[in-house]
Nanobody
C-alpha cells in the first residue's frame, strides 16, 4: 500500500536549520508531484512547498520563500525539505503528501497519502 514517512524534525533555535525527509513506497514515485504542508496548534493545515514529478518545477508559500528548499530523488523515492533561517512561527507538525488533484490552488484536499508528520519546534 502507499506509504509516506516523514523524518528529520526536532528542536532548533531561531536562525537554525533542519532537513526533513519523506520516504515514499507503494507507488511509482516519479509520477506524482509531492507537497509539504504544516499545521500549528489551533490552526489549519497550510501549504509550504511543492515539487513536480520530475523535480523541474518548485513552488513555495510566500512565508518560506528564500528560506526553504524542496528537492526530490526519484531513484530513492524520497522528497526533502531543507529549512534554513528558521523562525519561531515555523513551529508546526510538518507533513508530506502526494498530489492527487488540481483545484488551481494549494489545498490540502488536492493531496493524499499523508504521512504521520514530524514535529518542528523553533525556539526564540
Amino acid at each position: 500500500q502507499v506509504q509516506l514517512v516523514e523524518s528529520g524534525g526536532g528542536l532548533v533555535q531561531a536562525g537554525g536549520s533542519l532537513r526533513l525527509s519523506c520516504a515514499a513506497s507503494g507507488y511509482i514515485f516519479r509520477t506524482y508531484a509531492m507537497g509539504w504542508f504544516r499545521q500549528a496548534p489551533g490552526k489549519e493545515r497550510e501549504f509550504v512547498s511543492e515539487i513536480s514529478g520530475t523535480g523541474s518545477s518548485t513552488y513555495y508559500a510566500n512565508s518560506v520563500k528564500g528560506r526553504f528548499t524542496i528537492s526530490r530523488d526519484n531513484a530513492k523515492s524520497t522528497a526533502t525539505l531543507q529549512m534554513n533561517s528558521l523562525k519561531p512561527e515555523d513551529t508546526a507538525v510538518y507533513y508530506c503528501a502526494r498530489r492527487l488533484a488540481y483545484s488551481g490552488i494549494y489545498r490540502p484536499s488536492d493531496f493524499g497519502s499523508w504521512g504521520q508528520g514530524t514535529q518542528v519546534t523553533v525556539s526564540s
